[in-house]
């Protein structure tokens, strides 16, 4: 139980003074709870405009008097003791003090301590440390791109193993196809093992193995890395994690895995997304840090549902519109819809960038790509199966905190809570 006093808050970095207002914040963050508590006294003959575009607020009216007016539709009520008025949906609004008007207030997400209005009566969505959030996305608000703002590439002079022309050219695309990394006996060892663990009932019931949206077949299973030797050995595997550290510049630790089966006449297509937008919103990812390898399994055909990338995409960060609801992941990972970006945004993406880039090639090519690229691969309708395992390095100087977007992070099959360095 939390037991606290306004005495006990007096004093401390919870007491905040504005311009128009005096806030002592009870409950923050910091305690654990979903919502903060402010007890708030305007001062008489003020007005303060907000307008909290990620948070929802509800104000309960303790003492005074003052007026409050809803500044998208013109509407005012009267505020006294005994009032409450929700900000559920980021209006814009204006409160008046008219006598010194002491309130309590109720934020969700929490506040985390440091926020001050911004000129536009905004408080910026922080990150349990007090960071701000670089990437704000699934606020409620409208689709926007943003810029990047993290390197690329963050080790240039390292000793490799890719040359400065990979470099350049995985800065300026976001990716990188490296054919015949691996040789058919790996690739047989590899594809052996992917279908011993898709034949795995237990899997099913533990949340690792997914299914395709329609029928009975098995469109994904995650950890893999965990699950198998052979895919152990490949997250240790330094043709993957040697690269990995180069482009991250840092020890790297395994993100993710997963194998995506997209099995032939059946295997559903991948929508339009960036890996980064859900693992920052879903999975607490402060920074574009973060790279993936897909490693094809069988051969990666124009017909048979291959990887395509935006070039350049990895640039822009595409703010989704939506919001993330509760166990969100065990749709997505059948059908995302929430966290893809819309029509326009893509639609620019692809004019900026000229060209969709599909990636075919045979069975032991790897593709590598930033984790923000601009990425999804249609259905597959051909008789031959495509599938590819994933893995995901993240670097040790970017790990989790809670997600940015999200009401409770994903299990540790989806995003990793183990950060040895491989
Ligand atoms: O397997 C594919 O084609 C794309 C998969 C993908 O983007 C994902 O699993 O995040
Ligand atoms: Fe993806």
């Known amino acids: 139980m939390i037991v606290r006093t306004l005495d006990d808050v007096e004093g401390t970095d919870r007491a905040v003074d504005a311009p128009t207002f005096v806030s002592r914040r009870l409950l923050l963050a910091r305690d654990g709870t979903d919502f903060s508590l402010h007890d708030t ?3 008489g003959g003020t007005s303060t405009t907000m307008e909290y575009r990620h948070h929802v607020e509800a104000v309960y009216c303790l003492s005074g008097e003052g007026e409050v007016e809803d500044l998208t539709t013109g509407r005012c009520w009267a505020v006294r003791p005994g009032l409450l008025y929700v900000v559920d949906v980021h209006e814009r609004h204006e409160l008046r003090a008219t006598t010194d008007l002491r309130v309590l207030c109720v934020f ?3 506040l985390v301590g440091p926020e001050v209005h911004d000129r536009d009566g905004v408080y910026p969505r922080l990150t349990p440390s007090g960071a ?6 699934r606020t409620g608000a409208k689709p926007v791109l943003l810029p990047r703002l993290d390197p690329v590439v963050h080790d240039w002079d390292g000793p490799g193993p890719l040359d400065t022309a990979q470099l350049e050219s995985f800065e300026r695309d976001g990716f990188l196809h490296l054919a015949g990394l691996f040789s058919p006996d790996e690739v ?3 594809r052996g093992e992917m279908l011993a663990l898709a034949g795995r009932p237990a899997l099913r019931d533990s949340g690792r193995l997914v299914i395709e949206p329609a029928g009975d077949v098995v469109r994904s299973v995650f950890e893999v890395h965990r699950l198998s030797e052979v895919f152990g050995a490949l997250a240790a595997d330094p043709r993957l994690a040697g690269p990995a550290r180069q482009l991250l510049g840092s020890d790297v630790y395994v993100q993710q895995s997963r194998v995506n089966y997209k099995p032939g006449f059946g295997g559903e297509g991948f929508y339009w997304h960036s890996d980064f937008e859900t693992w920052h919103a879903e999975d607490g990812l402060p920074a574009m840090r973060t790279v993936s390898f897909s490693i094809a399994l069988t051969d990666n055909l124009a017909v ?11 640039r822009t960060f595409v703010a989704c519109a939506g919001e993330t609801p509760p166990d ?3 749709q997505s990972l059948r059908n995302q819809q929430i966290g893809t970006p819309d029509d326009e945004s893509l639609g620019r993406l692809v004019e900026e960038a000229g060209e969709i ?3 075919t090639g045979e069975a032991g090519g790897v593709t590598v790509f930033d984790c923000n690229c601009m990425h999804g691969s249609g259905s597959n309708i051909s008789p031959h199966p495509r599938s590819n395992v994933f893995v995901v390095y993240n670097s040790v100087e970017n790990l989790p905190v809670e997600p940015f977007a999200a009401p409770a ?3 540790p099959f989806v995003a990793a809570r183990d950060f040895t360095p491989v």
């Open 41 to 43: 006294t305007l001062h």
């Open 108 to 110: 969700t997400p929490p």
């Open 132 to 137: 701000a959030d670089r990437y704000p996305t």
């Open 188 to 190: 047989a060892a590899m």
């Open 304 to 314: 048979n549902g291959p990887l395509m990338i935006i070039p350049g995409s990895h």
């Open 328 to 330: 969100h992941y065990r």
């Open 357 to 359: 880039r599909a990636f």
């Open 409 to 411: 992070r994903r299990p």
